[in-house]
């Protein structure tokens, strides 16, 4: 594809901008782009940076954790001490432990940013079908043992029902 501004070198840039909620898309030779204002290729952008970015974000409106107060009081690693502080300035953690120790701030930021803190990735068509059975199996079993506990058992009677028929191969 030829750069949509001069016409005559390959486009190997891909600018999106919205503009008054109109999406326009660019398709770029380099030096076009660089010529271009609001592109800026002088400052690279490091993962540490673009992660230290999410770190402190409102979630959602939710107050912060009981951990993690504005009287200045912080989460700190156990094993290499690094305070949560150091760890939103800098971007990386000083040891695993701090994994474990930062969860409570993490994973409110993880779900805020992918809509789940458990990763379900992309399958490939040919597991799809397949793997799409076993975890609605796995949903139902659970919701079984919730209507169990719950004593609801004409519903956990449908849903022994549906789990059974689903192992045998019938209904999806």
Known sequence: ????????????????????????????????????????????ISFQDFLTGFLDMPLMGKAPSKEYSSQGTTLQCPSCKMTYDEFSKIGRFGCAQCYTAFSSRLMPIIKNVHGNNEHVGKLPSSAAGELKIKRELEMLKKELKEAIRLEEFERAAQLRDKIRSMEQGGEQ
């Not at 030829?2 to 070198?9: G, P, S, V, Y």
């Not at 909620?21 to 800026?40: D, F, G, M, P, R």
Request: glycine share 0%.
């Open 1 to 44: 594809m030829l750069c949509e501004r001069c016409k005559k070198n390959i486009a190997n840039v891909h600018v999106i901008q919205i503009n008054n909620n109109e999406k326009v898309e660019l398709y770029l030779c380099e030096q076009c782009a660089k010529e271009t204002e609001s592109i800026h290729f002088d400052t690279p």
